[in-house]
């Protein structure tokens, strides 16, 4: 069974993995990978945002269709590793803070 859109099935490999509901999960799992799964993450999605974005964009932000939504979750784990790539060459920020010390407040129920 899909878990992504099926004009994304090329993706679903990452979804499993990348697509968080959460920014907490999402630097975890940044924080967590090694720089190879960062790299095929971004490499793989990256050229497909358009196209994402599009799809997306048919909808009302706040009703996503389920697989939508891991699609969403899945860019939004580019763009937790997109500095890594880009910047850093590495998961973790150079001479930053302890992120794994960081409360996401919107990721919280309460």
Request: proline share 7%; glycine share 2%.
């Amino acid at each position: 069974m899909s878990v992504l859109p099926e004009e994304f099935a090329d993706l679903e490999p990452l979804a499993e993995r990348w697509a968080l509901a959460t920014e907490t999960e999402r630097n975890r799992r940044r924080l967590a990978s090694p720089m190879s799964e960062i790299q095929a993450l971004y490499d793989t999605v990256l050229p497909r945002m358009e196209a994402v974005l599009s799809y997306l964009g048919q909808f009302p932000p706040d009703k996503l269709p389920e697989d939508a939504e891991r699609l969403f979750h899945l860019a939004l784990s580019l763009a937790e590793v997109a500095t890594a790539v880009e910047n850093y060459k590495q998961p973790s920020v150079v001479d930053g803070y302890d992120s794994t010390r960081l409360e996401f407040c919107h990721d919280r129920a309460d």
